[in-house]
């Protein structure tokens, strides 16, 4: 078994800044890409950022500038930081990975459990 274990996510006011890790745990033979998405109410899942095994990373535009996802392939973490966060930030964050488990060798793509971030004063 393959989970996404994230942590962090609250309440923050505007302004503020949060930090979502996620690591990848359990029977994990490769990490290729690593990121993270969001979900408002009334919305559909977004794409915020994302990183490869290689090293590349792309942004959502509306959090360029503002957010940095990093990654520790040693420890099959990826970490994304977030500042300057505004009210429309708020969403259940979401960690996902495109893993090949020692079960089956075959990539596939694993979600976290979400993590809810509002920023409200």
């Known amino acids: 078994q393959v989970q996404l274990v994230e942590a962090g996510g609250g309440l923050v006011e505007p302004g503020g800044s949060l930090t979502l890790s996620c690591v990848a745990s359990g029977s994990v033979h490769t990490v290729y890409g690593m990121g993270w998405y969001r979900q408002a109410p009334g919305k559909e899942r977004e794409l915020v950022a994302a990183t490869t095994s290689q090293g590349g990373i792309d942004y959502l535009d509306s959090v360029k500038g503002r957010f940095t996802i990093s990654r520790d392939n040693a420890k099959n973490t990826v970490i994304l930081q977030m500042g300057s966060l505004k009210p429309e930030d708020s969403a259940v964050y979401y960690c996902?990975?495109?893993?090949?488990?020692?079960?089956?060798?075959?990539?596939?793509?694993?979600w976290g459990q979400g993590t809810q971030v509002t920023v409200s004063s």
């Open positions: 996902a990975a495109k893993i090949v488990p020692l079960t089956t060798g075959a990539l596939t793509d694993y």
